[in-house]
């Protein structure tokens, strides 16, 4: 995988700072700008070139790149001189030739630097995304131990920064001896693999290395496989049982974790069917103040040969997504106690606790609803 796509979750955070992974509408009190003819045909002359020559599927591509030009022909976008309003029409009218909900355009108002599409992008960008990636702690929200020693991980993002490997190791670490996990990404967006598979790595077998994902690359035409790691600092938690919470929200990077988890027989996976998303790709430069992701590959699951676009992770356990945690909870509990049924001591106290979980109160339902793109509704 590219440079480009192993940092695509801190280029989106970059530009959307309230999403992971092309989730989520620009800054609210980002000021919007006009637009005149001239940017309104120069963003969509270079967006239709991106698009053409790197989108994923070639065939979708041309499709894509006739219908936004036909669009500027008939004049549809004569009448629009917000640059959000711009950048929200044609996202949706590429998606409705691609029904890619990667594929999208964003508008920013700092202007964006000139881009390199062979490697990085410029040194002020990449610390503008270290930093954003710093501030929310490379995605790791919380970390703790709930009633019976089960483990809870709330992650908000995949991070593809270095620096994140040691938050997850820290981490990971501090869950090492639970007796169960749970890992919540009802609120996650997606990131980068290699964060996955470190996680992957502290949940599977020590003596194996899980080849969990592979990538389809249409710019070098090649394929590209993603395993877990030899060796991960601290104990593992293989044979424990797993529990993974998804929603609506739960998308990209996300959901290839839930996906390894429910194809490789990990865990279970508990709530809503997920976005959809399954195409990675990364961002280029459109105009001064325009960008688009591109989808320039695709996700092929060794177990499945195929992947979770457009249909999400259904889950093993369906239930509203404000309810995902206590059920999660209370299933991992039952699951303990019938393996401790010769110690009454501890099956009295894991009963304690699991009369403690079933009283949880739902999440309010507000934390799992898809954001939308200006005012419109994964990305």
Not at 41 to 54: F, M, Y
Not at 75 to 102: C, G, M, N, P, W
Not at 356 to 366: I, Q, T, V, Y
């Amino acid at each position: 995988m590219t440079l480009r796509h192993t940092l695509y979750t801190l280029g989106l955070a970059a530009l959307f700072p309230l999403a992971a992974a092309a989730q989520g509408p620009p800054p609210p009190d980002q000021p919007d700008m006009t637009v005149d003819a001239s940017t309104r045909k120069a963003v969509v002359d270079t967006l239709t070139e991106r698009i053409e020559r790197l989108y994923v599927f070639p065939d979708k591509a041309r499709e894509t790149a006739r219908a936004l030009r036909k669009r500027l022909a008939a004049h549809e976008y004569d009448r629009i001189t917000s640059a959000k309003e711009l950048a929200d029409s044609l996202t949706s009218h590429a998606q409705a030739v691609t029904h890619d909900l990667h594929l999208r355009v964003g508008y920013r108002n700092e202007s964006v630097p000139p881009m390199r599409e062979d490697g990085p992008p410029p040194e002020a960008e990449m610390r503008r995304m270290r930093e954003q990636a710093r501030r929310t702690n490379y995605g790791f929200e919380r970390v703790e131990r709930l009633p019976g020693n089960i483990g809870y991980l709330d992650l908000r993002q995949f991070t593809g920064a270095p620096e994140g490997q040691a938050t997850a190791v820290a981490a990971m670490n501090f869950l090492g001896n639970v007796d169960a996990l749970i890992v919540d990404l009802r609120r996650n967006g997606g990131g980068s693999p290699t964060m996955i598979a470190t996680l992957l790595t502290y949940l599977t077998n020590p003596d194996d290395r899980l080849l969990f994902n592979t990538f389809y690359e249409r710019e070098e035409d090649r394929t590209l496989q993603f395993w877990t790691s030899p060796y991960v600092p601290g104990p593992r938690l293989y044979g424990k049982p797993v529990y993974v919470l998804t929603s609506p929200r739960t998308f990209s990077a996300a959901e290839e974790f839930a996906y390894d988890i429910q194809t490789h027989k990990l865990g279970t996976i508990v709530g809503a069917v997920t976005g959809g998303g399954a195409h990675p790709g990364g961002f280029y430069r459109v105009h001064d103040h325009f960008m688009v992701f591109v989808s320039t590959g695709r996700a092929v699951n060794p177990v499945t040969k195929t992947n979770w676009e457009g249909v999400g992770i259904k889950p093993d356990l369906p239930v509203p997504p404000g309810e995902a945690l206590k059920i999660a909870h209370v299933e991992a509990l039952k699951k303990i106690i019938e393996s401790v049924k010769d110690d009454p001591d501890r099956s009295a106290a894991l009963r304690r606790a699991l009369d403690e979980a079933g009283k949880r109160a739902p999440d309010p339902d507000e934390d799992f609803v898809r954001p939308g793109l200006g005012g419109r509704r994964r990305s």
